[in-house]
């Protein structure tokens, strides 16, 4: 069974949404850069935004769930986002950015990295986990299936456990493959048992939006 999806996807419509993404730290990035290793953060309550231009990934699956963390100012916080996990995943220039805003003096900071672009080999994870709120792209899903449980998802890793806020009984969607481009989406966290980023380039700037951050 083969799908396709065109244009823009929400998450509170309860559509199928994927895409890796990597987290906004610069001591994990330059160890990533070096070799594959297991990889798992987030970004204390912040959303970070990534594109990618290609996606190909093998055993998907997807559920809801709460992602709970602090905001910058120590407030606790809770946000509804769909996870969704691949066996194995292959990502082609990637580009993720996250802003912290009101710094003194230097207000608005944007921390860029971008990985997997021309003349370098793709982005490569292993075992991935994205919990994410909103996704644009263009998407084909090779056999899909909708509205199973999250527990009985067997195509995909598996739930993530570990204190996951997450309803085994509740709706979930799988598929054996997927391919996606021009991927542009907003995530709060990513787990990965591996993750490998070829040409790294990780840059701060001042500021944010359209032209400083990846979209």
Known sequence: MESQVRGGTRWKRFAVVMVPSVAATACIGVALA???????FSVSGQEFKVTADELHGKGF???GAIDSGYTLDGKKTAHAVAVSSFNTATITNMCQSVVTPDVPVLGSITL?????GPGHEQVQAERLYIDVDDLQADATFHGIDIGVAAKDASKGPGMKGNGEQANPYGFAQQADSADLSGVKQTAWA???????LSGLHMSLHRGDGKGIECY
């Open 112 to 116: 860029r990295l971008e990985a997997g």
């Open 190 to 196: 990513t787990t990965a048992g591996t993750f490998k």
């Open 61 to 63: 699956a997807q559920y």
């Open 34 to 40: 070096q070799g594959a290793l297991a990889a798992s």
